[in-house]
């Protein structure tokens, strides 16, 4: 009966759905069609393995930095940078706009003067997050079963599903944070910052950690160690890691309708 | 008697830079259209944020169709009609794509009078609300108010923006909501807009109740509205202490008084000036009203 809420919510995001896979596509698509050029020539690759430790270490993936592999190659050039700011972005963007976004534009209000509980109200837009991130955590994975076929690349499909799967539940972690501080804030703009900088930190501490002995002890509380830890496009994705990703997700994810609950919604 | 059907005990509700609303108490009676007067700013908005658990209070107690408005606030909220002073709506919906959404998530199956409201006030139903003028959407929302029939309607500034026949066509609607014994909580900062429909009006003034009475009871209050220009401005205190009178506003050289006791000792207290002109004659119920307003504000 009440959800409602969700499929608005979801229906709103169409149009930013269509665009978000538009780029995902475009990016896989362009990345595997210049596989073949990065894997036939050695000077490349001897460039790459000449990269200083730092460069190496924020293009790693998990595992060793190879462009002569198709494993190597999707993880430095789609999964440690531009399939996480991606979908990051997507997740955050919806985070915020769940809670944040709504009381901003004052529709919250007429919202709430229906019988609609708030805790039922935010579980919801954590419901069209989940939706709309899978989603293109999907056609993610799609657009890399078709390239890596065509091409061909050799991973398999249960390894690119891997990859994938974990960056789908980092991408869940971030959004589920957003919606959490949204709840708790009622301010759209400072939400996305204030999650924004966290994944930021969170990722410069995973890749420094390898080469900073001081950072190696507390990589265990950044989202995106776990994310790259098992290095899923050539082992999988080891239990332990998702389920700290998962956790995160929902853990946030539990926290935010008591956020909510618990305050006065403001006037737009 | 019957059970009111809101009810606020003592209500206080303090925050940030924003007044808040001071200990007020007061009881709406089923059937009626309750006028909740103040000027912007007083506390009407917070105290039907309050009733609806947008909000929630510092201390007090608030009771709607004998509910706790906190705890019960669902089952509350299934029977009540709200249209925001502020209204917002998503800008890319239609008007039925709006009643639609909301009778949704308010369970119920059609649009209930949603299209007989619409065609009454003159609504279109189905361009984006994005298109449509301040008063159209005004009409939005007056329709998301009273569509699925609620036992109390909560209107906050209904009337903004409506033009005088659509206006009378509101009233009307009004009357045939309390026909039903259904409830209307009216909030407005003009005594006009509520006096034809309202029985009683309560007033607020920087978040305290400054006044409860039938309208009735707020005509029996009448006096007679005196200017007075003069050619040197009388002393500030030149009309206090005189039995019946009572100075509402001062300027340049005009001074307004109400008086409401005999005639003599004021026109002994004018003779003692120069008088260029002198005006008097019965005050409508706004003046009645803003004078009360005039007083000053009682410290506890």
């Known amino acids: 009966m009440f959800r409602d809420v969700a499929l608005k919510t979801l229906r709103d995001l169409r149009r930013g759905f269509a665009w978000w896979s538009l780029g995902l596509v475009g990016l896989v698509a362009l990345l595997v069609a210049v596989y073949p050029t990065v894997r036939d020539n050695p000077a490349l690759s001897r460039l790459v393995k000449q990269y200083p430790d730092a460069l190496k270490a924020f293009i790693g993936f998990g595992g060793q930095v190879d462009y002569t592999s198709a494993a190597g190659y999707l993880g430095g050039e789609l999964f440690s940078f531009m399939a996480p700011l991606l979908l990051l972005l997507a997740a955050i963007g919806a985070g915020a706009r769940g809670v944040a976004g709504e009381e901003e534009a004052g529709t919250l209000e007429l919202l709430l003067s229906c019988p609609v509980t708030r805790r039922r109200f935010v579980l919801e837009k954590l419901a069209a997050l989940t939706v709309e991130v899978t989603g293109l955590g999907a056609v993610l994975l799609v657009a890399l079963w078709v390239g890596a076929r065509a091409v061909p690349m050799h991973v398999s499909a249960a390894h690119l599903g891997a990859a994938t799967g974990s960056l789908v539940l980092l991408a869940l972690a971030y959004g589920a944070l957003a919606l959490l501080v949204g709840a708790a804030t009622g301010r759209r703009t400072l939400t996305t910052a204030v999650v924004a900088a966290l994944a930021v930190a969170a990722y410069l501490v995973a890749a420094l950690a390898p080469l900073v002995s001081g950072l190696d002890p507390v990589k265990v509380v950044s989202p995106f160690y776990h994310y790259t830890a098992s290095d899923p496009l050539r082992h999988g994705l080891a239990p332990v890691h998702a389920l700290v990703l998962l956790g995160i997700a929902v853990l946030a994810g539990a926290l935010a309708p008591l956020a909510l609950e618990r305050r006065d919604i403001a006037v737009a | 008697m019957d059970a009111p059907v809101i009810r606020f005990d003592r209500v206080t509700k303090r925050y940030g830079r924003a007044r808040g609303i001071e200990d007020l108490s007061f009881e709406v009676l089923p059937g009626e259209v309750f006028g909740f007067l103040g000027p912007n700013g007083a506390g009407k908005t917070t105290t039907i944020r309050l009733l609806l658990d947008l909000l929630r209070p510092t201390s007090g107690r608030i009771d709607v169709f004998g509910l706790d408005a906190r705890r019960r ?15 917002r709506l998503y800008g890319r919906l239609t008007a039925r794509e709006h009643l639609r959404y909301l009778a949704g998530v308010r369970g119920l199956r059609d649009l209930g009078e949603g299209e007989a409201l619409a065609r009454r006030l003159e609504l279109e139903l189905d361009r984006p609300v994005h298109a449509l003028s301040r008063g159209n959407r005004q009409k939005v929302g007056l329709a998301l108010a009273f569509f699925h029939r609620p036992d109390l309607v909560v209107l906050d500034e209904p009337t903004a923006g409506l033009d005088p026949l659509m206006q009378q066509e509101f009233n009307a609607l009004l009357r045939e909501t309390t026909d039903d014994r259904r409830t209307v909580f009216l909030s407005s900062h003009v005594l006009a807009e509520v006096q034809h429909v309202a029985a009683r009006v309560a007033a607020v ?4 109740l400054e006044l409860l009475d039938t309208v009735e009871g707020l005509r029996t209050r009448a006096f007679t509205r005196v200017e007075a220009t003069f050619r040197t401005p009388p002393a500030p205190d030149a009309f206090d202490g005189i039995a019946g009178v009572r100075e509402l506003e001062r300027r340049n050289g005009t001074v307004v008084l109400a008086l409401s006791g005999e005639v003599d000792p004021l026109v002994k207290a004018l003779a003692r000036h120069e008088v260029l002109a002198l005006d008097s004659h019965e005050a409508d119920l ?7 307003y005039r007083e000053p504000v009682r410290v506890p």
Not at chain 2, 73 to 87: C, H, K, T
Not at chain 2, 205 to 208: L, N
Request: proline residues 4%; glycine residues 12%.
């Open chain 2, 73 to 87: 606030s669902r089952e509350i909220r299934a029977r009540v009609g709200y249209l925001p002073g502020d209204l």
């Open chain 2, 205 to 208: 003034r920087e978040g305290r």
């Open chain 2, 286 to 292: 706004e003046d009645v009203f803003l004078a009360l």
